[in-house]
């Protein structure tokens, strides 16, 4: 099965990306306004995009300041059945870049000497499709929306993660 993979550097705690990820105004500033969401295990996450779609996620897994897990049960019919997850490893450049030789070009450009590696999967996909490359790109501007609301307080959520500026 196809699956999403992406990894971020992010200047900021654990903590403070985690909170990003798992609170209806953290998820709000980053991904897309209006979000739904409480960070309690079998909930369900209501992302809106626009007044005639949304998706749904099924919260899943949650350990503080380490990993979250959706599953995907409202969306496109690609989304259903697909699962995304949010893996964070703080550490100071020096054991990152240990650990994650691949990510010296971000460690290079990291103002801050601590952050949090975040290690993105959306899986299960069933196949290689059009909506796959697109989501896989779009994944990729919504993480450094995610890493600009981290790092700034100020992210692109929909519907303006593509904006060049």
Known sequence: MPNINHAVLIGATAEKVYTAITTQEGLSAWWTPDTKATAEINTIAHF???????????????????????????????????????????????????SYPEILGQIEQQKSDNGTLLIFHHDDWKEYTLMFAECSYTWGQFLKSLKLFCETDKGRPWPHQHLVE
Do not use: Q, R
């Not at 005639?52 to 996620?57: D, Q």
């Not at 897994?61 to 059945?81: M, S």
């Not at 949010?86 to 870049?97: H, R, S």
């Open 48 to 98: 809106p995009f626009g007044s005639h779609y949304f998706k749904e996620m099924i919260i899943a897994e949650l350990k503080p300041f380490v990993l979250v897990k959706w599953n995907c049960i409202k969306g496109a019919d690609e989304w259903i059945g697909t699962n995304i997850s949010f893996k964070l490893i703080p550490g100071d450049k020096e054991t990152l870049l240990k």
